[in-house]
C-alpha cells in the first residue's frame, strides 16, 4: 500500500472507532482488517501505529482542535497529529491527494486547521492537568492518591508502547531451548528481568506463526501477569482453584509449576471464554487442569468448600495497568464502572475465599493500579474475614523474585518494573 493508502485506512478505521465507541478499539481492529485481507501485515502494522498514537493523544488532540476552532472528525485528528507532532517528512499536501486509494484532498477549514496548529507542540500550559495527562477528569484525583509525587512519570510510562512478552512453557522446554527455537524462525528474544520464565521479544513479531508456538514451548504474557502466577506458588500434587480463569493464561502457568501434577480447576461466568482454552490447554500439553462454567444456583463451590490449597482470584476490574495496550480504555471507562466493579469484586473474593482449605492460600490479583481496586479491597475483604492474613513470599511457597513485595502485596507498574500494571495480594488461611 501506499503511504496515502495506509493513511486513509487509518482515518476509516478511526471512523469505525467513532461509530462504536464503546467497543475496545483492538477488537474493532482485528475486525477491520479481517473484512480487509488484501491489507498484508507490514501495512495493518504501520495503519494501526497511526491509529494508536492518535488513541493516545485523544484528550489532547480534541483540546487542540476546540482551541483552533475546528471540528473533530477522523480527518482532522490526524491532520492535528500530523501538524503537532510531524513524522518525517510527510504532509498533508502529499498525502490528502484525492487520487486512487488516497484521502480526498483538504478543504478550505481543513487546511486552516493545519496551519494554525502546525509546530505547536502536543503539550500546552493552558491544557487542564487532566487533559495533559491523558485521563478523564473524575479518575485523576484517584490516580493522584495511588502515585503521589510520581503521577507524572508513571502515566507517562503508560502512554508508551507495551512489550510483547512470552511465558516459557517448562511442560516442554526451557528458556535457552525456546529462545533458540525463535532464533531459528527470525525472532529474537531475551530473558525478562523479574520471571523466572520470560522472553521478551523487541518490537511486534510475528510470534504466533512461529514453531516455537505451535508446538507450545511458549505462550504469550506479559511479565506481570508470569509474576501472578508466582505469587501463587502452585506446586505439585496441589488442589488449585483458577476462579476468574478467563481464557486460561493463568492456569496454563500454574499447571506448569505443578509439573502437571495435582488437580487445577479453571473457572469462569462465561461459556465462550472457557471454551477458547481448550486449544490452549491442549498445545501445552496440560494434562491436570479441567474447566467448570459457574452458574446461578450452582452447587459445585458449595459441595468443594475449603478444599483448596490455592486460589487465584483474577478479579474483573477496571485494567488500568493495561493503558499501554489499550489506550482507548481510558476513554470508556466512567465513574459508575469503578464503583460497581468494586462491589463485585468484594462479592467475588468473599465467594471464592469460602474455597480455601484451612492453612491454604488464596491470592487476588488485579490489572489495575487503583487503590480502591487494589489495597481497599485487601483492607476491606481482612476486615471481613479474620480468618486470613496477609503473607510475605518466601521462595518455598512461590516462585517471586526477593524485595517485590511489600507485607504480603506486589504493585508493578510500567515504570518502576517494565510490565503492565498488576496488584497481587497473598493471604493464608488459619490452620
Given at each position: 500500500m501506499t503511504p496515502s493508502a495506509r493513511l486513509s485506512a487509518a482515518i476509516d478505521l478511526l471512523a469505525a472507532m467513532e461509530a462504536t465507541p464503546q467497543r475496545p478499539a483492538d477488537a474493532l481492529a482485528n475486525a477491520f482488517f479481517r473484512e480487509r485481507r488484501y491489507i498484508g501485515g507490514g501495512d495493518r502494522r504501520a495503519i494501526s501505529a497511526r491509529v494508536w498514537r492518535v488513541l493516545r493523544h485523544w484528550r489532547r488532540l480534541h483540546w487542540w482542535i476546540a482551541r483552533a476552532g475546528g471540528q473533530v472528525t477522523p480527518r482532522t485528528l490526524v491532520l492535528a497529529m500530523m501538524a503537532l507532532e510531524p513524522d518525517g517528512h510527510e504532509t498533508p499536501h502529499t498525502l490528502f491527494t484525492g487520487e486512487r486509494y488516497a484521502p480526498l484532498g483538504l478543504i478550505g477549514h481543513e487546511s486552516a486547521l493545519y496551519d494554525r496548529l502546525r509546530g505547536q507542540g502536543m503539550v500546552h500550559a493552558?491544557?487542564?492537568r487532566a487533559v495533559r495527562l491523558e485521563v478523564p477528569d473524575w479518575l485523576l484525583p484517584r490516580l493522584e492518591r495511588t502515585f503521589g509525587d510520581g503521577l507524572e512519570a508513571e502515566l507517562a510510562a503508560m502512554d508508551g508502547e507495551a512489550t510483547?512478552?512470552?511465558r516459557v512453557n517448562l511442560l516442554k522446554s526451557d528458556r535457552a531451548t525456546a529462545c533458540a527455537a525463535l532464533d531459528r524462525d527470525g525472532i529474537r528474544a531475551e530473558e525478562t528481568a523479574l520471571s523466572p520464565w520470560?522472553?521478551?521479544v523487541a518490537g511486534r513479531?510475528?510470534?504466533t506463526s512461529s514453531t516455537a508456538f505451535r508446538n507450545g514451548l511458549i505462550e504469550i504474557q506479559d511479565e506481570g501477569s508470569q509474576l501472578v502466577v508466582a505469587a501463587v506458588g502452585a506446586r505439585p500434587g496441589m488442589r488449585v482453584l483458577d476462579y476468574c480463569a478467563g481464557a486460561a493464561g493463568k492456569t496454563l502457568g500454574m499447571a506448569m509449576t505443578m509439573e502437571n501434577r495435582g488437580h487445577i480447576v479453571a473457572c469462569d461466568v462465561s461459556e465462550p471464554r472457557l471454551e477458547g482454552a481448550v486449544r490452549r490447554l491442549r498445545r501445552a500439553g496440560v494434562h491436570?487442569?479441567?474447566?467448570?462454567l459457574l452458574v446461578a444456583g450452582d452447587?459445585?463451590?458449595?459441595?468443594?468448600s475449603g478444599s483448596f490449597d490455592r486460589v487465584l482470584v483474577d478479579a474483573p476490574c477496571t485494567g488500568t495497568g493495561t493503558w499501554r495496550r489499550n489506550p482507548d480504555a481510558r476513554l470508556r471507562l466512567r465513574e459508575q464502572d469503578l464503583l460497581e466493579l468494586t462491589a463485585k469484586q468484594a462479592e467475588i473474593i468473599d465467594r471464592a475465599a469460602a474455597l480455601v482449605r484451612p492453612g491454604g492460600r488464596m491470592v487476588y490479583a488485579t490489572c489495575s493500579v487503583l487503590r480502591e481496586e487494589n489495597g481497599d479491597q485487601i483492607a476491606a475483604f481482612l476486615a471481613r474475614n479474620p480468618a486470613f492474613?496477609?503473607?510475605a513470599p518466601d521462595g518455598a511457597h512461590d516462585d517471586l523474585p526477593p524485595g517485590l513485595s511489600t507485607d504480603g502485596q506486589v504493585s508493578l507498574t510500567p515504570r518502576q518494573h517494565h510490565t503492565d500494571g498488576f496488584f497481587a495480594a497473598?493471604?493464608?488461611r488459619d490452620g
Open positions: 493552558d491544557m487542564p510483547l512478552d512470552l520470560g522472553l521478551r513479531q510475528p510470534v491436570n487442569a479441567e474447566r467448570h452447587r459445585w463451590a458449595r459441595r468443594r492474613s496477609l503473607v497473598i493471604m493464608q
